[in-house]
C-alpha cells in the first residue's frame, strides 16, 4: 500500500528518485516492476513528467493570483466607470426602450398608480403599525414632557481619609 503525499513532496520524491535512478541503474540492464520492464531513460522520462506537470501546476496557480490582483487591483475604478456609463445611457434614452435594448439594458418600470381602495387600506395600516408601535411624530415628540414631582436631592459627601 502506498502511502498518501502532497503533490509537493511527490514532485521532490521523483527529483530524488531521479538521481538515484541515474546513479544505480544507469548502465544496467532494465528493470521490472509494476508488472512491465523498463529501461533507465523511461524511468527518468516517467519521473520528469511528474515533476514537470508540478512546475506547470504552480506556474499557473501564480499566473492566476497575479490576474486576481491585477483584477481586484483594477475592477473598482471600471465598476465606477461602467456604472456611469450605464447612467449616462439610461439618461439619454430612457424614452427609447428598443435603444435601451441594443444597450441590454431595459427601461425603468413605471410604477402602476394604486386605485382608491388600495389608497385606502394603505393609510389604515399604515395607522395601525404606528398605534401597534407607539410611534410619534415630531410635534408630537414634542409635546410630551415628563412630570417629575418630590425630587429630593441628597448630597453625597467623600469619605474623610484617615490621617496619615
Do not use: C, W
Not at 531521479?18 to 529501461?39: C, E
Amino acid at each position: 500500500m502506498v502511502k498518501r503525499r502532497g503533490k509537493g513532496v511527490t514532485a521532490t520524491l521523483a527529483e530524488q528518485l531521479i538521481t538515484g535512478a541515474s546513479k544505480h541503474f544507469a548502465s544496467g540492464p532494465p528493470v521490472a516492476f509494476a508488472s512491465d520492464s523498463f529501461t533507465p531513460a523511461q524511468i527518468t522520462s516517467q519521473l520528469q513528467s511528474i515533476i514537470a506537470l508540478r512546475a506547470d501546476v504552480e506556474a499557473a496557480k501564480n499566473a492566476l493570483k497575479a490576474k486576481l490582483a491585477t483584477e481586484a487591483a483594477n475592477m473598482p475604478a471600471l465598476r465606477d466607470f461602467l456604472d456611469a456609463l450605464v447612467a449616462f445611457v439610461k439618461v439619454t434614452y430612457s424614452k427609447s426602450p428598443d435603444v435601451l435594448a441594443d444597450f441590454g439594458l431595459t427601461p425603468k418600470k413605471v410604477a402602476t398608480p394604486l386605485t382608491v381602495e388600495q389608497k385606502a387600506a394603505a393609510a389604515a395600516k399604515r395607522k395601525a403599525t404606528r398605534e401597534a408601535r407607539h410611534t410619534l411624530g415630531t410635534r408630537q415628540r414634542k409635546a410630551v414632557k415628563g412630570a417629575v414631582t418630590g425630587v429630593v436631592v441628597t448630597p453625597v459627601t467623600a469619605p474623610e481619609a484617615p490621617a496619615k
